[in-house]
């Protein structure tokens, strides 16, 4: 049971290079996130999705891109990546929205560095 | 706007000593409050949380946290530490929806 799978766990880009941070779940879970976590500051929702073709802004968008062609898959994209996106990127996904099954599974993360 | 305040960056506990991680919120409705933990290089793990109903909660790994209203606080307690507790706890917030806020993060040290 692999759960939430991020891809890759480390990478350093150079100014200005794109890339993609893929995840994938098997849970069958419609809503997915990706967050960005940087010290002592917790974790920053950047994008979500509620299914398959819906995608929404969460606090700090700017910089990236996102997709929901599956259930299974939501890819993180930076076109021009800056240093102020080096930060450790997690995808997580739920149940849908029932109080008693609100829980957050959490990939490993990706830790990215922009230099 | 909903937000999540923990007070302290860092605690060290001795092993066997007792542990309360504080954990303030804002937000406009009936909250959702959970507790994560994460230990290095993995990612989060739900402890516990509370929805309604008993504003004692009780977790994994023997971890309870109480929600006092009146006070805005949801704080983390357990009350005997293990070297294996060692890690960062994160409180979070959020409603209907799931759109958690998260905290900064407590870093949890514990010496032998």
């Known amino acids: 049971n692999a759960g939430v799978t991020q891809t890759p766990k480390f990478r350093i880009l150079k100014i200005g290079q794109s890339m993609t941070l893929q995840c994938t779940q098997d849970?069958?879970?419609?809503?997915m996130y990706w967050y960005r976590q940087d010290p002592g500051m917790g974790l920053k929702l950047i994008y979500y999705?509620?299914?398959?073709?819906?995608?929404d802004k969460g606090e700090v968008p700017n910089g990236y891109n996102v997709s929901r062609s599956t259930t299974e898959d939501f890819p993180l994209r930076l076109e021009l990546a800056a240093p102020s996106q080096t930060s450790v990127y997690f995808c997580?996904?739920?149940?849908?929205?029932?109080?008693?099954?609100?829980?957050?599974?959490f990939g490993s993360g990706t830790q990215l560095s922009v230099l | 706007a909903q937000s999540v305040t923990q007070p302290d960056i860092h605690i060290t506990v001795s092993e066997g000593a007792s542990l309360e991680l504080r954990c303030n919120y804002s937000?406009?409705?009936?909250?959702?409050l959970f507790w994560y933990v994460q230990s290095p290089g993995q990612g989060l793990q739900l402890l516990l949380k509370?929805?309604?109903?008993?504003?004692l909660v009780q977790g994994i790994k023997g971890f309870e946290a109480e929600f006092k209203r009146s006070q805005s606080s949801f704080n983390l307690r357990k009350p005997s530490v293990h070297w294996s507790d060692a890690a960062e706890y994160f409180c979070?917030?959020?409603?209907?929806?799931?759109?958690?806020?998260f905290g900064a993060g407590t870093i949890l040290r514990v010496k032998s």
């Open positions: 999705s509620v299914g398959a073709g819906i995608t």
């Open positions: 849970m069958n879970h419609n809503y």
């Open positions: 937000y406009g409705a009936t909250p959702y």
């Open positions: 509370y929805f309604s109903g008993d504003t």
């Open positions: 997580a996904s739920s149940y849908p929205p029932r109080p008693t099954n609100e829980k957050l599974f």
């Open positions: 979070a917030v959020g409603g209907y929806g799931n759109k958690l806020v």
